[in-house]
C-alpha cells in the first residue's frame, strides 16, 4: 500500500511523539556482576569510565580446610563438610560463621571477641569494571594453598581511581596462620594479622602501602581521593594513648603476657581499639552505606597526603595539623582530609576551639602545609566539606536547625568570590549529602524527598545539583519512564557527566552458590536489594512521566500521546484504504 502524505506525516508525529515521550536524559546500563555478587554498591567513577564497586556477601568464597574450625557449628552433615563435601545448606551456615569471624574485627570486645582462631571471609571486596569486564582488586591480598587462590579475606573499602589505571582503597593486612605449643603443650593454631586498616594503592599487580607516620598497634591510615597528579588525600595514625602504650609493653613481656604468641598479644590491642561512629551526624554521608569508617579514639589521627609516582612508588607523606592542637593525647581531636583537586588542595574538617572549651568540626582547607577555617562562622557548625574541584568549588554540608530540629544541609562554596551558599534540596527540611562533584559544577548525592512522613522514615532519592543554574533534579526523573530502578543515591560523576548511582530493584534470591532460590510453588523468591548502576547522558530532555508524592515519578511512557494521536491515524488508515 502505498502511503499518502498525511498517512506519512501522522506516522512520524506518531513515531516522534512515541520517541519524545519517552526520551530520557539518561539511560541506565546494568553491571556484569549477576555472577559475582546479589548487592553491590558503587564508590566511584573516573573520566576513562572505570568504576570501582563494592560487592557484598560475593558468591563462592573459598574455605580452607587445613583450619577450619567446625566445633559448634550446626552442620546436618559434619563428617562431609570435615571433607570439604558440603551441602548447600552446611556451605552457608560455614560462610556465615567465617564472615561473623571476620565481621568482629574493629569492634571487638568482652561479649564479642575477634576470634584469632578462625579463617575469615569478608563480607565486602572490591572489584573494577568496564561495564563489560570485572576483575578482583586483590589489594593486600594474597593467594595460599589452603584457598587455591586469593584468601578473600579482607573487607575492603574502595575508593577511588584516576586514568583507569590508579586505584585507592583500604584493607586489613592479610591473615595468616601462626602455630603455636601453649604451656600445656597443646598445639594452637592463630589466624591473625599485623594491622587493622591501612591505604593503599594498585597499579596494575603493584600495591603500596600508605604507611601512617606511627605505625604502634599496627597503626591506621585511610585513602580516601586520588588526582591526577597522584596525590593521595586521607588520614594517618601519629600516635597512641598511654593505654595501648602500657598494653604493648604487656605484649612484650614473657611474665606478663598470657599464653599465647607475641603477635596475638599485638593483634588482640588494635582489634580492642575504642571505635566509634558519632562523631559526625551521619558518618554514611561521608563515607557511604558500606563504610566501616570509624573514629579510634585510642589513636590520634591526622590529615594526610601522600604523594606517588606513576609506577604507584611513595614518594613523601604530608600530614596536616588540626585547627585546634592539644598540648597532649586527646581522643576527641576529629580531624580528616576528604578530597583533593589537581591543585594540591584538599579539604575535609578539623576539631576547633569555640568558647574555650567546646570542641565541634568545622570545613575545613588544607594547603600548602597550612590548615585553615573555610567559613568563619561560629554559627555555621558543625560543618564537613567533602568536595572540591578545580574552579575551587567546595562542597560539603552543615547542620542547621529546622522546625527545631538539627537538618543536615547540604552547601557551596565558592573560593573565587567567598560565596557560600546553602542549597535547600527538596524541601526546607530534606537532609542532603553531596557525595561527588565533577569539574562541569555538578554536584550528586542523596537527599530526603518526601517531607510528608516522619524524618526517620523519609525516602531517599539520589539528586543532581548544577552550580551554574542552581537547580535541584530528582535523579529518577531524568530516566526512562518505564526504568524498573529507582536511584537512591548517586555516589560519583565523572567530568563526561557520566553518573555511578546505587539503584532499589527486585531480584531472585541467589544462596551463597550464587543459586536462584525458588519457594514452595517452584517459582523464583524475589528480594528487594541494592545495586550499582551506570547512568549515561543521552542529551534528551527529561521524559514526561507524571508524578507521585513518594519521591519517584509514575512511569506511564508514552501512553497518553499516543491514545491521542492513535485516532487520526486510524481515520487516515481508513480514508486511504476506503478511497484507493
Not at 519524545?20 to 546494568?30: G, I, L
Not at 593486600?140 to 584457598?147: H, S
Not at 548517586?490 to 541467589?510: G, Y
Given at each position: 500500500?502505498?502511503?499518502?502524505?498525511?498517512?506519512?506525516?501522522?506516522?512520524?508525529?506518531?513515531?516522534?511523539?512515541?520517541?519524545?515521550?519517552?526520551?530520557?536524559?539518561?539511560?541506565?546500563?546494568?553491571?556484569?556482576?549477576?555472577?559475582?555478587?546479589?548487592?553491590?554498591?558503587?564508590?566511584?567513577?573516573?573520566?576513562?569510565?572505570?568504576?570501582?564497586?563494592?560487592?557484598?556477601?560475593?558468591?563462592?568464597?573459598?574455605?580452607?580446610?587445613?583450619?577450619?574450625?567446625?566445633?559448634?557449628?550446626?552442620?546436618?552433615?559434619?563428617?562431609?563438610?570435615?571433607?570439604?563435601?558440603?551441602?548447600?545448606?552446611?556451605?552457608?551456615?560455614?560462610?556465615?560463621?567465617?564472615?561473623?569471624?571476620?565481621?568482629?574485627?574493629?569492634?571487638?570486645?568482652?561479649?564479642?571477641?575477634?576470634?584469632?582462631?578462625?579463617?575469615?571471609?569478608?563480607?565486602?571486596?572490591?572489584?573494577?569494571?568496564?561495564?563489560?569486564?570485572?576483575?578482583?582488586?586483590?589489594?593486600?591480598?594474597?593467594?595460599?594453598?589452603?584457598?587455591?587462590?586469593?584468601?578473600?579475606?579482607?573487607?575492603?573499602?574502595?575508593?577511588?581511581?584516576?586514568?583507569?589505571?590508579?586505584?585507592?582503597?583500604?584493607?586489613?593486612?592479610?591473615?595468616?596462620?601462626?602455630?603455636?605449643?601453649?604451656?600445656?603443650?597443646?598445639?594452637?593454631?592463630?589466624?591473625?594479622?599485623?594491622?587493622?586498616?591501612?591505604?593503599?594503592?594498585?597499579?596494575?599487580?603493584n600495591v603500596t602501602a600508605l604507611l601512617p607516620p606511627n605505625i604502634e598497634a599496627g597503626g591506621?591510615?585511610?585513602?580516601?581521593?586520588?588526582?591526577?597528579?597522584?596525590?593521595?588525600?586521607?588520614?594517618?595514625?601519629?600516635?597512641?594513648?598511654?593505654?595501648?602504650?602500657?598494653?604493648?609493653?604487656?605484649?612484650?613481656?614473657?611474665?606478663?603476657?598470657?599464653?599465647?604468641?607475641?603477635?596475638?598479644?599485638?593483634?588482640?590491642?588494635?582489634?580492642?581499639?575504642?571505635?566509634?561512629?558519632?562523631?559526625?551526624?551521619?558518618?554514611?554521608?561521608?563515607?557511604?552505606?558500606?563504610?566501616?569508617?570509624?573514629?579510634?579514639?585510642?589513636?590520634?589521627?591526622?590529615?594526610?597526603?601522600?604523594?606517588?609516582?606513576?609506577?604507584?612508588?611513595?614518594?613523601?607523606?604530608?600530614?596536616?595539623?588540626?585547627?585546634?592542637?592539644?598540648?597532649?593525647?586527646?581522643?576527641?581531636?576529629?580531624?580528616?582530609?576528604?578530597?583533593?583537586?589537581?591543585?594540591?588542595?584538599?579539604?575535609?574538617?578539623?576539631?576547633?576551639?569555640?568558647?574555650?572549651?567546646?570542641?565541634?568540626?568545622?570545613?575545613?582547607?588544607?594547603?600548602?602545609?597550612?590548615?585553615?577555617?573555610?567559613?568563619?562562622?561560629?554559627?555555621?557548625?558543625?560543618?564537613?566539606?567533602?568536595?572540591?574541584?578545580?574552579?575551587?568549588?567546595?562542597?560539603?554540608?552543615?547542620?542547621?536547625?529546622?522546625?527545631?530540629?538539627?537538618?543536615?544541609?547540604?552547601?557551596?562554596?565558592?573560593?573565587?568570590?567567598?560565596?557560600?551558599?546553602?542549597?535547600?534540596?527538596?524541601?526546607?527540611?530534606?537532609?542532603?549529602?553531596?557525595?561527588?562533584?565533577?569539574?562541569?559544577?555538578?554536584?550528586?548525592?542523596?537527599?530526603?524527598?518526601?517531607?510528608?512522613?516522619?524524618?526517620?522514615?523519609?525516602?531517599?532519592?539520589?539528586?543532581?545539583?548544577?552550580?551554574?543554574?542552581?537547580?535541584?533534579?530528582?535523579?529518577?526523573?531524568?530516566?526512562?519512564?518505564?526504568?524498573?530502578?529507582?536511584?537512591?543515591?548517586?555516589?560519583?560523576?565523572?567530568?563526561?557527566?557520566?553518573?555511578?548511582?546505587?539503584?532499589?530493584?527486585?531480584?531472585?534470591?541467589?544462596?551463597?552458590?550464587?543459586?536462584?532460590?525458588?519457594?514452595?510453588?517452584?517459582?523464583?523468591?524475589?528480594?528487594?536489594?541494592?545495586?550499582?548502576?551506570?547512568?549515561?547522558?543521552?542529551?534528551?530532555?527529561?521524559?514526561?512521566?507524571?508524578?507521585?508524592?513518594?519521591?519517584?515519578?509514575?512511569?506511564?511512557?508514552?501512553?497518553?500521546?499516543?491514545?491521542?494521536?492513535?485516532?487520526?491515524?486510524?481515520?487516515?488508515?481508513?480514508?486511504?484504504?476506503?478511497?484507493?
Amino acid at each position: 500500500m502505498k502511503r499518502t502524505p498525511i498517512v506519512s506525516a501522522l506516522l512520524l508525529a506518531l513515531v516522534g511523539a512515541i520517541n519524545n515521550a519517552e526520551a530520557a536524559s539518561y539511560e541506565v546500563q546494568t553491571l556484569p556482576f549477576d555472577t559475582i555478587s546479589q548487592e553491590y554498591f558503587a564508590a566511584s567513577i573516573d573520566n576513562t569510565g572505570l568504576m570501582l564497586i563494592t560487592a557484598r556477601d560475593a558468591f563462592n568464597p573459598p574455605i580452607d580446610l587445613s583450619i577450619l574450625d567446625l566445633n559448634g557449628a550446626p552442620l546436618s552433615d559434619p563428617d562431609e563438610a570435615a571433607q570439604g563435601n558440603f551441602n548447600d545448606f552446611d556451605y552457608q551456615v560455614v560462610v556465615e560463621r567465617l564472615r561473623g569471624a571476620a565481621a568482629t574485627l574493629g569492634r571487638a570486645s568482652v561479649q564479642f571477641p575477634a576470634d584469632a582462631r578462625f579463617q575469615k571471609l569478608a563480607s565486602e571486596l572490591a572489584y573494577k569494571t568496564d561495564g563489560t569486564d570485572t576483575s578482583y582488586i586483590f589489594g593486600f591480598d594474597q593467594e595460599t594453598e589452603g584457598t587455591a587462590g586469593f584468601t578473600f579475606a579482607l573487607d575492603t573499602r574502595i575508593t577511588d581511581s584516576v586514568f583507569g589505571s590508579h586505584i585507592v582503597g583500604n584493607m586489613p593486612a592479610p591473615f595468616f596462620r601462626l602455630d603455636y605449643v601453649d604451656e600445656n603443650g597443646e598445639d594452637q593454631i592463630f589466624v591473625i594479622n599485623d594491622f587493622l586498616q591501612r591505604g593503599f594503592v594498585q597499579v596494575g599487580d603493584n600495591v603500596t602501602a600508605l604507611l601512617p607516620p606511627n605505625i604502634e598497634a599496627g597503626g591506621y591510615s585511610e585513602a580516601y581521593q586520588i588526582n591526577e597528579n597522584f596525590q593521595v588525600a586521607g588520614v594517618s595514625s601519629i600516635g597512641t594513648n598511654d593505654v595501648i602504650q602500657e598494653r604493648l609493653t604487656i605484649c612484650n613481656d614473657d611474665e606478663q603476657r598470657a599464653d599465647v604468641p607475641v603477635e596475638a598479644c599485638v593483634f588482640s590491642i588494635f582489634n580492642q581499639l575504642d571505635f566509634s561512629s558519632d562523631y559526625i551526624p551521619d558518618a554514611a554521608a561521608l563515607y557511604g552505606p558500606q563504610s566501616g569508617e570509624t573514629r579510634a579514639t585510642s589513636l590520634e589521627l591526622r590529615p594526610t597526603i601522600w604523594q606517588l609516582d606513576a609506577e604507584g612508588n611513595l614518594l613523601s607523606t604530608q600530614v596536616y595539623d588540626s585547627l585546634h592542637e592539644p598540648d597532649e593525647f586527646s581522643a576527641f581531636n576529629y580531624t580528616r582530609g576528604l578530597d583533593i583537586n589537581n591543585a594540591g588542595t584538599m579539604v575535609g574538617f578539623s576539631t576547633v576551639l569555640v568558647d574555650e572549651n567546646a570542641l565541634p568540626q568545622v570545613a575545613a582547607v588544607f594547603e600548602n602545609g597550612v590548615t585553615t577555617r573555610l567559613v568563619d562562622d561560629d554559627e555555621f557548625l558543625p560543618s564537613y566539606a567533602t568536595q572540591i574541584n578545580d574552579n575551587n568549588f567546595i562542597v560539603g554540608f552543615v547542620a542547621q536547625r529546622v522546625n527545631n530540629a538539627l537538618r543536615n544541609k547540604m552547601f557551596v562554596f565558592d573560593r573565587n568570590t567567598n560565596e557560600n551558599r546553602v542549597v535547600q534540596g527538596f524541601f526546607l527540611g530534606s537532609a542532603t549529602y553531596p557525595r561527588a562533584m565533577n569539574n562541569n559544577n555538578i554536584v550528586v548525592g542523596d537527599a530526603e524527598s518526601n517531607e510528608n512522613v516522619t524524618a526517620q522514615n523519609r525516602p531517599r532519592v539520589g539528586f543532581m545539583y548544577d552550580i551554574n543554574s542552581d537547580t535541584f533534579t530528582n535523579l529518577n526523573d531524568l530516566l526512562p519512564c518505564d526504568s524498573p530502578y529507582k536511584i537512591i543515591s548517586a555516589t560519583d560523576i565523572n567530568d563526561n557527566n557520566e553518573i555511578l548511582a546505587d539503584a532499589f530493584v527486585s531480584l531472585p534470591f541467589k544462596n551463597p552458590r550464587g543459586v536462584v532460590q525458588l519457594d514452595d510453588a517452584g517459582e523464583e523468591r524475589m528480594f528487594d536489594t541494592v545495586i550499582s548502576v551506570k547512568l549515561n547522558p543521552t542529551g534528551n530532555p527529561p521524559a514526561d512521566c507524571g508524578e507521585t508524592d513518594n519521591g519517584f515519578r509514575e512511569r506511564q511512557g508514552a501512553s497518553i500521546t499516543f491514545w491521542l494521536v492513535l485516532p487520526l491515524l486510524i481515520i487516515a488508515l481508513y480514508r486511504r484504504l476506503k478511497f484507493s
